[in-house]
């Protein structure tokens, strides 16, 4: 799940492949679905933009066990855009965007990569520590967070 800087809207995604952004709808609290992208793979990480609520063009990246980071578009009239970002490299486990900025960072099996969405440029790429890969059979996942502009804090196990 992932929630905008507004916190009017919220993505979320499915072992069934789908992708919702839901709108805060009512004073109570109540959320109303607002779009839906579907998907043939299970899904295991998205982000929606921080700045979704403010752009024109409504992004949100997914990824999952095809391996491949996706990112979904929806522009004006609501066309619709699916744009692969990376893929081959195993299963997307955690995908996290930087407010104010288009970094967008995401972990796969090999490590942490970052990019620049806007230009579609990669920044880095920080592999997995070799002692982390040991606790893959307990099902722990990388933990990503940005703590700033350009701060990305990257947790995987015990390192």
Known sequence: MSVDDTGCFVASCADDGSVVVSESATPSGGWEPVDTHPSPR??????????YARRGEQLVVSGGCAGELSLLRRGWFGKREHTALHHGEGTISR?????????????????VK???VERGEPITFVERPPSSRHVDAEGCRCALHWAGEGELLI?????
């Open 114 to 116: 970052v990019m620049d």
């Open 42 to 51: 299970p899904l295991r990480a998205l982000a929606i933009d921080p700045a």
């Open 95 to 111: 995908v996290a965007w930087c407010a104010g900025t288009t970094l967008l960072a995401w972990a796969n099996e090999h490590g």
């Open 155 to 159: 947790g995987w196990a015990d390192v």
